[in-house]
């Protein structure tokens, strides 16, 4: 059986989207913020094969969006030197700001929507 839509919900998803649009921020994918918050909600280490199973994604797909993160400086990637067939994949200063900066736009998003819900509704 489906489920209803949540309207507020989406709208705040919408409201947030829009507000990092918006923004100076890094305009990630789907796979790539899911690849992010991967890497800074769940525990270490984090390896290019561990993170494919996770998301039940080939290891082409993870290395090629670790790329484009690893150019904006969100996470950055190093050899395991207890195993040197595997890369572990490790958080950055800047992936934290930008998830917090992620993190602030859905509370003021949720925030707005609460405030003006009943044109939604």
């Given at each position: ?8 919900m ?15 921020a ?25 993170l494919a199973?996770?998301?039940?994604v ?11 993160l690893?150019?904006?400086?969100l996470i950055?990637r ?6 040197r067939r ?17 993190s ?13 819900m009943?044109?939604?509704?």
């Amino acid at each position: 059986m489906a489920e209803k839509t949540n309207p507020r919900m989406l709208k705040i998803w919408h409201t947030a989207n829009l507000d990092g649009v918006r923004s100076d921020a890094p305009d990630l994918t789907m796979r790539q913020m899911t690849l992010l918050l991967t890497v800074y909600m769940t525990r270490d280490p984090h390896t290019v094969r561990g993170l494919a199973a996770k998301m039940n994604v080939t290891k082409p797909v993870i290395t090629r969006a670790l790329d484009t993160l690893g150019r904006m400086g969100l996470i950055k990637r190093k050899r395991d030197e207890s195993d040197r067939r595997n890369v572990l994949v490790q958080r950055t200063v800047k992936g934290a700001v930008y998830l917090s900066e992620v993190s602030d736009r859905i509370l003021a998003a949720e925030k707005l929507v609460d405030e003006d819900m009943g044109d939604y509704e």
